[in-house]
Nanobody
Framework: QVRLVESGGGLVQSGGPLRLSCAAP????????MRWHRQAPGKERELVAG????????QYADSVKGRFTISRDNAKNTASLQMNNLKAEDTAVYFC?????????WGQGTQVTVSS
């Protein structure tokens, strides 16, 4: 049973940084695109950032471009999301997702709260 485990969430002031990590023990990590999604109260889950299997390609939602950076370490089976200049509207539960294009795995989520 593969289980993704997110960490690094918490409370941060507006304008501050936060770094999320996703561990994927037991996963053939290099076979999966890694993505971060978020879901704010009353809203649908949205894709925030994604990174290709080798790390050579990344994509971001327009709302986070220039502020968030996704990365991965295939040797350690981990993915990260560096979030800078956080805004109140970034408040959400953030989920790590390992995706093959047809199926994948999700973590339980980690809460990020940005105070204004």
């Amino acid at each position: 049973q593969v289980r993704l485990v997110e960490s690094g969430g918490g409370l941060v002031q507006s304008g501050g940084p936060l770094r999320l990590s996703c561990a994927a023990p037991g996963l053939t990590f290099g076979n999966y695109v890694m993505r971060w999604h978020r879901q704010a109260p009353g809203k649908e889950r949205e894709l925030v950032a994604g990174i290709s299997t080798t790390g050579g390609s990344t994509q971001y939602a327009d709302s986070v471009k220039g502020r968030f950076t996704i990365s991965r370490d295939n040797a350690k089976n981990t993915a990260s999301l560096q979030m800078n200049n956080l805004k109140a509207e970034d408040t959400a539960v953030y989920f790590c997702n390992a995706w093959t294009g047809r199926s994948g795995y999700w973590g339980q989520g980690t809460q990020v709260t940005v105070s204004s």
